[in-house]
């Protein structure tokens, strides 16, 4: 029984031997893969040392933002949006007041009888509502044409994601090239317009200096004389519609004359800074209808 005894002794010292070598390599194995883990995570992120300081990594600041904001501005239809806001206010406004003061003028020298001057009140009267409208119509598609070239430049310039277009985008922007154009035209007719009271106050207030420049006696002035009625503002059988001498010294003298006139010139350069906005409107938006025309093109590799 004693040799028996021994060998399962010496069975038992042997497999607990094979057990720790097995124990022993598993974690030579194990030390292994946490020791190469741990040289590439070194190896791409280096633990800081205390000496040295973390550098942040770089993100846009505040400077680089505005930057990019301002980038994106629509210069050209900015500074039209501002001319064209400046010309219509100075055009509505002073245009709105002036012509008041004319109809009161003819009212109180020229035409004394209020039929004779009816039809030109409501006219004058239908101006200053139509007037309302224009400063209305174009400060909303000033507006508007301001929207669109923001998002346009933006666009263009790819600096809110990737450019995308569409069909429905160019028609809008042929829409707005030809809606700039037939407002140019109607606004040059309109700075036309606007010339003529300028022209007929102008001969007034040149006839005035003159009734001022006579000084030898009252028989020159009483030669000097203003007919309103060649101008087609009233009929020619309108009473007194022709004033000489004295009472036109005294239409000189007031100052309802020379600020209704001050104030159509104010207006017509009003009408004429509007037509140069949209004049720049124009460029712009032709501009921006080419650039979507050209970007949308399947072989387009050049950007602006």
Request: proline share 3%; with cysteine.
């Amino acid at each position: 029984m004693k040799p028996a005894m021994e060998t399962a002794a010496e069975e038992n010292t042997e497999q607990s031997q094979e057990r720790k070598v097995n124990i022993r390599a598993e974690m030579e194995i194990c030390r292994y893969h946490w020791m190469s883990s741990g040289s590439n995570n070194n190896q791409y992120d280096p633990i800081p040392s205390l000496t040295s300081k973390s550098i942040p990594s770089s993100s846009p600041g505040c400077f680089e933002c505005c930057i990019k904001c301002l980038g994106g501005v629509p210069y050209a239809s900015l500074v039209a949006t501002i001319l064209c806001f400046s010309g219509v206010t100075l055009f509505c406004g002073c245009g709105h007041v002036a012509l008041a003061g004319t109809v009161a003028i003819l009212e109180q020298h020229f035409s004394t009888n209020t039929s004779d001057h009816a039809l030109f009140s409501e006219v004058i009267q239908l101006m200053q509502y139509v007037i309302y409208g224009i400063a209305s119509f174009f400060f909303l598609y000033g507006i508007i044409l301001l929207a669109e070239g923001f998002y346009i430049t933006n666009a263009v310039k790819e600096l809110h994601g990737e450019f995308k277009t569409s069909a429905c985008g160019r028609c809008i922007s042929g829409m707005f090239v030809f809606l700039t154009y037939m407002l140019g035209v109607a606004c040059l007719g309109m700075f036309g317009f606007s010339t003529v009271p300028v022209f007929m106050f102008y001969n007034i207030w040149s006839t005035c200096e003159v009734i001022k420049s006579q000084i030898n006696g009252t028989t020159a002035v009483e030669q000097i004389c203003v007919d309103i009625q060649q101008y087609g503002i009233i009929p020619w059988n309108a009473f007194p519609g022709k004033i000489c001498g004295s009472a036109l010294e005294n239409i000189c003298n007031t100052n309802e004359l020379y600020m209704s006139y001050h104030l159509f010139i104010v207006a017509c350069t009003g009408a004429g800074a509007t037509v140069i906005a949209l004049l720049i409107y124009m460029l712009a938006t032709t501009y921006n209808y080419a650039v979507l025309k050209f970007k949308s093109r399947e072989d387009c590799c050049t950007k602006f």
